[in-house]
């Protein structure tokens, strides 16, 4: 079972994958669009690409747990991808930037490239939380 994670956003979308086994975080990206359709365009080929089976996509939650605006945008854009017929499961994503930003942190990741390495590190985030539970 091979998965890939989004940390979906408006200008940059993290991507991680799972191993073959769907066991491990292993490989990230990060996908850099403003066009909406081009976007899904390009997740639709990576996951076609990599053999992806689930699609886990994170889900912008308030810290009450309430949602808002990016969580209905998360929400359609899991459609579409169903739409397209990949399983998605949607994974709470409350923290993960901000967990993101503490890892780049302590391992010294600052200047260049930044934003960019936290999106794939909050991927990575909601992709091991999504492993996990399986292993319940």
Known sequence: ??????????ARTGVAFSDPLGLLA????????WNHERLLEEVTALAESR??????????????GSEG?????????????EERGWRVVL???????VEAHGIL???????????QRI????????LETYLNSLKR
């Open 1 to 10: 079972m091979k998965v890939m994670a989004l940390d979906y956003g408006d």
């Open 26 to 33: 292993g490989e990230t990206a990060v996908l850099s669009s």
């Open 51 to 64: 053999g992806v089976d689930t699609v886990v996509l994170g889900l912008p939650r308030n810290m009450d």
């Open 69 to 81: 605006p990016r969580a209905e945008k998360s929400r359609a854009f899991a459609a579409e991808l």
């Open 91 to 97: 994974v709470d994503e409350r923290r993960t930037t």
């Open 105 to 115: 942190t302590e391992t010294g990741r600052h200047g260049k490239g930044r934003k």
């Open 119 to 126: 999106d794939a590190v909050a991927a990575t985030l909601i």
